[in-house]
């Protein structure tokens, strides 16, 4: 096990061009290659351990991937190869949720699985829905637990209404449409993150998106991506939270995606009282551009309920700035925090506690009132989110965080970053 320690930082000045590429973006550019029948040239693909993980089932599906240094040329197969082994996607549940609904629709057997805290992750909310239109998926506990076994043929056209708003449920019934056999469409109670329907409109794929999403079955293979992977804002919000809370300091954040469901963190940071500015310079595939965050005063409290889906991945550094705010920060309705690569509520009430601040555990989300932060000694959970949000904690209040492997996962210069801007130590 590795641990990270973290000292406290002086004001500083960052001007960032090597935040990690999207997460996001990457798995989509890997698995999207295969929709084409021409090689896609992508750039800036994140060479973190999940989305490597992604590349390589891409491998085991027929693909020939060439590695030349600033970018990848994948080459799709003529024909889907039915894998000789189990497909292995790491900790990503981006990539098993998709590719769940990717290869349900393409003859032949596959077997999804991950690593210990991935096959704890809940999968029935893709397997039922995709059951519901004639996929064949089976796994643990009826197939809501992975290791999933997929039998792989044309899927029914389907009108579905999810309950949940969930990018990665949409995908992978949007990725199974586009081998259905006539036109399908997707609902859901707020739009989420999409990525998705972007990117394979970009493509040349009939996808309509109003309230309801219809897409047309492809009739011919798409056209070939040629994609820079922008920054990911996910992960530069880190750095964003870490400038709106050390006095002084400012912190600007190169192409980045500016894509609206993926920037509202930065527009609940700027309601709290930090000055964030937006510049889009590209938009193509992705709006992007540049974010700098800059210091201004103490933050304030914040009531967090809407636009949940938007801020998923961020609402664990956000409770760090909530942390220090003046007055009491409430996050409802993010029950789906719990089921990401750990309980995220549970994980984040008891880092906050080891560090004294006052706060409240809730079904859907938690209450912190803003205090002092000091120095722990914290638990990640396993969970990249949590390792990193307690890391940024640590420039107001030395943090030992325990089990920092899975920083690997998603960001994997995080630690150098953060050593531009302060201490810090690693040690197994």
């Given at each position: 096990?590795?641990?990270?320690?973290?000292?406290?930082?002086?004001?500083?000045?960052?001007?960032?061009?090597?935040?990690?590429?999207?997460?996001?973006?990457?798995?989509?550019?890997?698995?999207?290659?295969?929709?084409?029948?021409?090689?896609?040239?992508?750039?800036?693909?994140?060479?973190?351990?999940?989305?490597?993980?992604?590349?390589?089932?891409?491998?085991?599906?027929?693909?020939?991937?060439?590695?030349?240094?600033?970018?990848?040329?994948?080459?799709?197969?003529?024909?889907?190869?039915?894998?000789?082994?189990?497909?292995?996607?790491?900790?990503?549940?981006?990539?098993?949720?998709?590719?769940?609904?990717?290869?349900?629709?393409?003859?032949?057997?596959?077997?999804?699985?991950?690593?210990?805290?991935?096959?704890?992750?809940?999968?029935?909310?893709?397997?039922?829905?995709?059951?519901?239109?004639?996929?064949?998926?089976?796994?643990?506990?009826?197939?809501?637990?992975?290791?999933?076994?997929?039998?792989?043929?044309?899927?029914?056209?389907?009108?579905?209404?999810?309950?949940?708003?969930?990018?990665?449920?949409?995908?992978?019934?949007?990725?199974?449409?586009?081998?259905?056999?006539?036109?399908?469409?997707?609902?859901?109670?707020?739009?989420?993150?999409?990525?998705?329907?972007?990117?394979?409109?970009?493509?040349?794929?009939?996808?309509?998106?109003?309230?309801?999403?219809?897409?047309?079955?492809?009739?011919?293979?798409?056209?070939?991506?040629?994609?820079?992977?922008?920054?990911?804002?996910?992960?530069?919000?880190?750095?964003?939270?870490?400038a709106a809370i050390v006095p002084g300091s400012r912190v600007v954040l190169r192409n980045v995606t500016l894509n609206p469901t993926r920037t509202e963190a930065?527009?609940?940071?700027?309601?709290?009282?930090?000055?964030?500015?937006?510049?889009?310079?590209?938009?193509?595939?992705?709006?992007?551009?540049?974010?700098?965050?800059?210091?201004?005063?103490?933050?304030?409290?914040?009531?967090?309920?809407?636009?949940?889906?938007?801020?998923?991945?961020?609402?664990?550094?956000?409770?760090?700035?909530?942390?220090?705010?003046?007055?009491?920060?409430?996050?409802?309705?993010?029950?789906?925090?719990?089921?990401?690569?750990?309980?995220?509520?549970?994980?984040v009430i008891d880092g906050l506690k080891a560090c004294g601040i006052e706060c409240r555990e809730q079904e859907d989300g938690y209450t912190i009132v803003g205090g002092e932060l000091h120095s722990a000694r914290i638990d990640s959970c396993g969970?990249?989110?949590?390792?990193?949000?307690?890391?940024?904690?640590?420039?107001?209040?030395?943090?030992?965080?325990?089990?920092?492997?899975?920083?690997?996962?998603?960001?994997?210069?995080?630690?150098?970053?953060?050593?531009?801007?302060?201490?810090?130590?690693?040690?197994?």
């Amino acid at each position: 096990m590795k641990f990270l320690e973290v000292k406290r930082a002086e004001p500083f000045d960052l001007v960032c061009d090597t935040i990690a590429s999207d997460k996001s973006i990457s798995h989509r550019c890997a698995m999207f290659s295969l929709l084409s029948d021409r090689p896609s040239t992508i750039r800036n693909f994140l060479r973190a351990e999940d989305t490597l993980c992604t590349l390589e089932i891409v491998k085991q599906l027929g693909a020939e991937v060439k590695d030349e240094g600033d970018r990848l040329v994948i080459t799709p197969p003529s024909e889907m190869k039915e894998p000789e082994n189990v497909l292995d996607c790491g900790n990503s549940g981006t990539a098993m949720r998709l590719f769940c609904g990717f290869l349900a629709a393409i003859e032949g057997h596959y077997v999804l699985t991950g690593d210990r805290y991935l096959r704890r992750r809940p999968m029935g909310r893709v397997v039922e829905p995709l059951r519901q239109i004639g996929a064949k998926l089976d796994g643990r506990e009826e197939g809501r637990l992975a290791p999933l076994c997929i039998r792989g043929e044309k899927l029914r056209a389907f009108n579905y209404e999810s309950t949940i708003a969930s990018a990665q449920v949409k995908s992978a019934m949007i990725l199974a449409a586009l081998r259905a056999e006539d036109v399908s469409t997707y609902s859901e109670p707020e739009l989420s993150r999409d990525h998705t329907e972007r990117m394979l409109r970009g493509m040349g794929a009939n996808i309509e998106s109003w309230d309801t999403i219809t897409i047309e079955p492809m009739i011919r293979p798409l056209e070939p991506l040629d994609i820079t992977v922008p920054a990911d804002p996910s992960s530069g919000f880190f750095f964003a939270v870490a400038a709106a809370i050390v006095p002084g300091s400012r912190v600007v954040l190169r192409n980045v995606t500016l894509n609206p469901t993926r920037t509202e963190a930065y527009r609940v940071l700027e309601k709290m009282g930090a000055d964030v500015r937006f510049e889009e310079r590209e938009n193509r595939y992705e709006p992007i551009g540049d974010i700098t965050v800059t210091y201004d005063r103490r933050l304030e409290a914040v009531e967090v309920n809407e636009h949940i889906s938007w801020l998923i991945d961020e609402l664990p550094a956000l409770s760090i700035a909530m942390a220090v705010a003046e007055g009491e920060s409430v996050v409802r309705n993010a029950e789906e925090l719990r089921v990401k690569e750990s309980d995220r509520i549970s994980c984040v009430i008891d880092g906050l506690k080891a560090c004294g601040i006052e706060c409240r555990e809730q079904e859907d989300g938690y209450t912190i009132v803003g205090g002092e932060l000091h120095s722990a000694r914290i638990d990640s959970c396993g969970d990249h989110r949590i390792a990193m949000s307690f890391a940024v904690a640590g420039l107001l209040a030395d943090m030992t965080i325990e089990d920092v492997d899975c920083i690997e996962t998603s960001f994997p210069n995080f630690t150098q970053i953060l050593g531009s801007i302060t201490e810090v130590r690693e040690w197994r």
